[in-house]
């Protein structure tokens, strides 16, 4: 049976390189849906014009022009150039009329070299995550989508004054039984609080401005009943935007990261 993130971010092929969809109720964050989800339904149309299976999302960049209300939404995707081991792939997001969101893709079989040891800082030995309780997190202080996602906190309690904008913790999809793709990890990078609300003592909005993710796995080899180690922290700011480095992991490797650019409305 397909999680609710699947069902919500399920795409319809109208014609070629174009796509239609339903943004559903309930997945929304302020005035619009939820990141993640407007994102990886860019992912999944950028990786249906790729016809190569092998070809895996490597890595995305978009851009949230406006907020994606429920209802129906049209999207476009275009490949730029197909080498011979790399897709470029573009894709843009209307609805009624109006482009709210615009992404492109990098799409790549894996290649047949052996990475040098690069010493990466791994983290410290968290504990079990099922020795972490759920966080509850929803409405009026929390937005409705994380009604859909399991929060699993360790560290940076939103509206606690901390005095670091480092979180950490477990995340996964509700109900997520089958396999993981593209899309569920865009939707993990995207889906925690940012650090600045931890540090804050009472509610800031925020906003994405762009968000640039890569993969580093094959999703479908993650076991998706457990949850992925996450974590985050604010590495540069200035004149009210600052830059989030996010992070997934997975048995002590990581298998996603995102580099988040946030501005800090009020």
């Given at each position: 049976m397909?999680?609710p ?6 795409i ?11 943004i559903?109720?309930?997945?929304d ?7 993640g989800l407007v ?8 990786q249906?014009v790729e016809?190569?299976p092998?070809?895996?999302?490597r890595a995305?960049i978009?851009?949230i022009?406006?907020?994606v ?11 730029l150039r197909?080498?011979n081991t ?6 843009e997001?209307?609805?009624a009329?109006?482009v709210l969101?615009?992404?492109s893709?990098v799409l790549a ?7 040098p040891?690069?010493h990466?800082?791994?983290?410290k ?6 020795e ?10 929390g937005?409705?989508?994380a009604q859909?996602l399991?929060f699993?906190?360790?560290r940076g309690?939103?509206f606690s004054g901390?005095s670091?904008s480092d979180?950490?913790?477990y995340?996964r999809l509700?109900?997520?039984e ?8 865009i939707?993990?990078?995207?889906a925690h ?9 009472e509610?800031?909005a925020?906003?994405?401005?762009s968000f640039a993710?890569?993969i ?8 998706a009943l ?6 985050a922290?604010?590495?540069?700011g200035?004149?009210?935007y600052?830059?989030e ?10 298998v996603a990261?995102n580099?988040q ?6």
């Open positions: 397909p999680s993130f699947q069902i919500a971010s399920a319809e092929q109208t014609g070629e390189g174009k796509f239609k969809a339903t559903p109720l309930h997945w964050q302020g005035r619009g849906a939820f990141g994102l990886g339904v860019l992912a999944r149309a950028m249906a016809p190569d092998r070809r895996s999302l995305i978009g851009d022009c406006g907020p209300l429920p209802g129906p939404i049209e999207v476009s995707a275009r490949v197909r080498g790399q897709t470029n792939v573009q894709a997001l209307q609805q009329g109006e969101s615009v992404g893709a079989g894996p290649r047949k070299v052996a990475l040891d690069f990466l800082e791994t983290p030995a968290p504990p079990p995550w099922d972490v309780p759920v966080f509850p997190i929803g409405p009026p202080l937005p409705a989508f859909f399991e699993r906190l360790l309690m939103p901390a670091t979180v950490e913790g995340l509700a109900e997520q089958g396999p993981l793709d593209a899309a569920s990890l939707a993990l990078l995207d609080w940012p650090g600045t609300m931890s540090m804050a003592s509610p800031r925020n906003a994405t401005v993710g890569q580093f796995c094959e999703p479908e080899s993650l076991d457990e949850p992925l180690y996450y974590r922290r604010i590495v540069a200035h004149a009210g600052f830059l480095l996010r992070e997934l992991w997975s048995h002590g490797v990581c990261m580099q650019t946030l501005a800090l409305i009020r």
